[in-house]
């Protein structure tokens, strides 16, 4: 089975390509911030350049595997059930559960070796960057060299392979324990129920979320910037939650939407209601990197806004720590925008591509191109309007808690200007992408389509 799982990589490259990439992009992230564990060590560092280095490696990479870790599941969760057909004819042809799981495990874990080690590059490439910001912050001293070692080596290929071996067996688990006439029941319709690990997952994740806000409030008053290491990933954890939370969060919202949306948007709005209903998972997919890139975006910037706010009516000049900080915190907001922008291209891509044959038949039903392109503008913006919203509640976690201990004020710091880019450029994101990827979708003739 381990055979067939990369002969199935081999000549299906174009359906595993989105996995590909999570892994790829998330081992170069995981190993360029941990090579500045290995540059503290070659180097000799100590003090103030050893710390901001050891800093650097855990707080921003520990942030950015936790993004990872989830990414690649996500994508690897989404590639699974796009492959329910499939799964659903070996196993009538006689493939038992385990050879299965085998399988599928074994292509995870072919695609996560190929991402880690050509990931290693690019990783010392962000890494060397890194480091010069550091340099030209007055951070670490230029006398220190970049160095690339074992550190970074081995938390970049183990997180990647751990993880996406690990996602993989969940994800076989779920398809090889339901019946051949239930899995292809599944694959001609998604409509993500949520699991009870799913859900206590979500609970401790949101519950992870409420006791740093709480903490933040409570035991971090009065401590200065100091609060951020409490506040800061209060975001992450809710976006996280709200995010395994999405299948039930698009399903409400669909009916919510039901009426208003078949009698304005006509045609187009009748076929975006009828796929949501019936594709609640996939769509439920695309709305995770929209709430995780507004939900960190929006809270590290607004976050950086009320300590420079508290700053400045102390009259103070900001120590070394304190730009510290703030590089730190604008890294990781860079990083954020740019993983998870690339997530959610990437998400859209895959989830869209999967679509062909809905698409070709449709147009056989009788629905124009047009339709076709009005009906996944539709579902773009429903999709854009959710994730914002619970990308902001999820951002709720890090500010006010956050502005409550460091300036007893409820009001965010932020301005609205920097909100509304973050907001119009995950809708961007989201428009251009579907749109782009349906209008390459329905070139195929609607026949030819229909029938793959």
Known sequence: MFGLAIRS???????????????????????????????AAASGATGAAEETLTTMATVVGGWGLLLVVFAVTSMLTL??????????????????????????VGEAAGLAGAAALLGIVPAMLIGRGLLGLLHDTGQVPAEIGYHFGPVALSMGTGVT??????????????????RVAESMTAAATDRGRLGRKRIVFAVLFLSLAVAEAITTVTVMDGKGSDAMATSGQADIFAGIALSLLAPAIVRRVTRLLARPLRALGGTA???????MRHRTGALASAVTPIILFVGIAVGTVFLQAAENAATDAAGLTKTADQKSIETLNFVVTGMVVLFTAIMLVNTLIAATAHRR???????????????VLGAVAVESAVLTVTGVICGTVAAVFTVVPFGLARRD???PDGNLPTYLAVVALAAVLTGVTAHGATRRAIRVPAVEAALR
């Open 161 to 178: 392979l751990v993880s996406a071996v690990a996602a993989a067996l969940i994800s076989a688990r779920r398809a090889t324990r339901v």
């Open 79 to 104: 590639s699974v059930r796009q492959r329910a057909a499939e799964t659903a004819l070996l196993k009538s042809v006689g493939a038992t559960p385990g050879q299965l799981a085998r399988m599928i």
């Open 409 to 411: 004020s409820l009001v």
């Open 357 to 371: 044959r809905e698409f070709g038949q449709t147009r056989l039903a009788g629905a124009t191109p047009r339709q």
């Open 9 to 39: 990589l081999r000549r299906r490259a174009s359906a595993f390509t989105a996995s590909f990439l999570a892994m790829f992009l998330g081992s170069a992230i995981i190993m360029a911030f941990a090579s500045m564990l290995d540059t």
């Open 269 to 275: 709005g009748d076929l975006a209601i009828s796929t």
